[in-house]
């Protein structure tokens, strides 16, 4: 059976003027309007669509994709205000989403951007948004070991540094970095659980700790360096942020990279900048 506000593997039962119909199970033929229709359709495929209700009210797929699906957190911009009903979201698809007022934190402007939570109501059967995201997140003390890697959903910056989502489920702290790279609200990237701690808060960071992040850095050096034919301006003395543009890490982690590979003769120092040093000769304190 297909699931509203979710993307579906559908089969194609009948070709019209309007588009498609596809097989929605119990919810029954589903319309997939024919702007969507690929031109590579082949006899027999299955159509891969979102399923949600348009201004009708009918339930409608599409191959366009939202900027959250049911279930999910999404960064979303005001489009329109309804003094009657609530605020409208621009989440991609030709259906503006809707969040009533009884689901909005603080009233919402045209212009606003704001992080939400995309629901179905279970009342209405039609998918909502809510900037309440604390009734949507996951309380129960997290499982989550040291060091595990994890999707992170940039929500909102405070004097320590940023609160997060963590795999769209909890919520946790990323320590501002000094140096480190500006993130924005709404930005997913992979980062770390540095540590739960006894009242179920989580720490977060976006460096892998010992061993697990200096052996992937340095092989990404490494390639760096082939792909620029063997030099980069970038040593031990970089700017962090510099760093954290061309690396995704810390500086502390850059360096520890930059020594195993000078001790294993792999590089050598230009100052500025590092060399790649394999087929060649290497001394202890080589320099260009």
Same mark, same amino acid.
């Given at each position: 059976?297909?699931?509203?506000?979710?993307?579906?593997?559908?089969?194609?039962?009948?070709?019209?003027?309007?588009?498609?119909?596809?097989?929605?199970?119990?919810?029954?033929? %589903?319309?997939?309007?024919?702007?969507?229709?690929?031109?590579?359709?082949?006899?027999?495929? !299955?159509?891969?669509?979102?399923? #949600?209700?348009?201004?009708?009210?009918?339930?409608?797929?599409?191959?366009?994709?939202?900027?959250?699906?049911?279930?999910?957190?999404?960064?979303?911009? @005001?489009?329109?205000?309804?003094?009657?009903?609530?605020?409208?979201?621009?989440?991609?698809?030709?259906?503006?989403?809707?969040?009533?007022?009884?689901?909005?934190?603080?009233?919402?402007?045209?212009?606003?951007?704001?992080?939400? #939570? @995309?629901?179905?109501?279970?009342?209405?059967?039609?998918?909502?948004?809510?900037?309440?995201?604390?009734?949507?997140?996951?309380?129960? $003390?997290?499982?989550?070991?040291?060091?595990?890697?994890?999707?992170?959903? %940039? %929500?909102?910056? &405070?004097?320590?540094?940023?609160?997060?989502?963590?795999?769209?489920?909890?919520?946790?702290?990323?320590?501002?970095?000094?140096?480190?790279?500006?993130?924005?609200?709404?930005?997913?990237?992979?980062?770390?659980?540095?540590?739960?701690?006894?009242?179920?808060?989580?720490?977060? $960071?976006?460096?892998?700790?010992?061993?697990?992040? @200096?052996?992937?850095? &340095?092989?990404? %050096?490494?390639?760096?360096?082939?792909?620029?034919?063997?030099?980069?301006?970038?040593?031990?003395? *970089?700017?962090?942020?510099?760093?954290?543009?061309?690396?995704?890490? *810390?500086? !502390?982690?850059?360096?520890?990279?930059?020594?195993?590979?000078?001790?294993?003769?792999?590089?050598?120092?230009?100052?500025?900048?590092?060399?790649?040093?394999?087929?060649?000769?290497?001394?202890?304190?080589?320099?260009?």
């Amino acid at each position: 059976m297909a699931i509203i506000g979710q993307r579906n593997l559908l089969s194609i039962v009948r070709a019209s003027q309007p588009g498609l119909y596809l097989d929605g199970g119990e919810l029954g033929e %589903i319309l997939l309007p024919g702007r969507y229709i690929p031109a590579d359709l082949v006899p027999k495929q !299955k159509l891969d669509v979102f399923v #949600y209700r348009d201004s009708e009210d009918r339930l409608v797929a599409t191959t366009e994709k939202p900027r959250a699906m049911v279930g999910e957190f999404g960064y979303m911009q @005001v489009k329109n205000v309804s003094p009657q009903i609530g605020a409208f979201l621009d989440w991609g698809l030709a259906k503006d989403l809707l969040v009533p007022f009884r689901e909005q934190a603080v009233p919402l402007r045209i212009g606003d951007w704001v992080v939400v #939570y @995309v629901a179905l109501d279970v009342k209405t059967n039609r998918i909502i948004a809510s900037t309440r995201l604390n009734r949507h997140l996951n309380r129960d $003390t997290p499982a989550y070991r040291d060091g595990q890697p994890v999707n992170l959903f %940039i %929500i909102s910056k &405070t004097p320590l540094g940023y609160n997060a989502i963590v795999n769209n489920a909890h919520q946790g702290l990323l320590f501002k970095n000094p140096g480190g790279a500006v993130l924005k609200i709404g930005a997913r990237l992979k980062g770390f659980v540095k540590t739960v701690r006894p009242n179920g808060k989580i720490d977060l $960071t976006l460096d892998a700790a010992g061993y697990q992040r @200096v052996a992937p850095l &340095t092989n990404l %050096i490494i390639a760096a360096l082939h792909l620029s034919g063997g030099k980069l301006n970038l040593d031990d003395d *970089s700017p962090p942020i510099a760093i954290r543009q061309n690396f995704n890490v *810390s500086k !502390k982690a850059f360096k520890q990279a930059l020594g195993k590979l000078y001790k294993s003769r792999r590089i050598a120092f230009t100052k500025p900048g590092i060399r790649l040093m394999e087929n060649e000769t290497w001394s202890p304190g080589s320099k260009a």
